[in-house]
């Protein structure tokens, strides 16, 4: 018993004891060389998959090439309209299942 009361002490101590300093910033100070290690990973991780995002808002605007892609104006559902209204809609997504099933057997 006297074990565990010492050991809620010592707890409670340490939590008394963080400071002026929070605890976030010390273990940042502390372990500074693996959040360097991360930098690279975390790098990779927002070009591949936050940069492809500007390929879904593509789909929703007229691109101008000379306004770039966030100031061209927003059309919203037209390219899709478009692009269902013709003729060869209907038999787009049967190429690639012919070509897939084609490569299985």
Known sequence: MGNSTSFSTRRRHNLKKSGSTPAFFKTVRKYWFFYIMMLPA?????INNYF?????IIAFKNINYSKGILASP??????F???FSTESAGSSPGIPLVIMLCLLY
């Open 52 to 56: 492809p995002m500007f390929g879904v």
């Open 81 to 83: 309209k478009f692009l």
């Open 42 to 46: 975390g790098i990779v991780l927002i």
């Open 74 to 79: 927003w059309i919203g559902l037209q390219n």
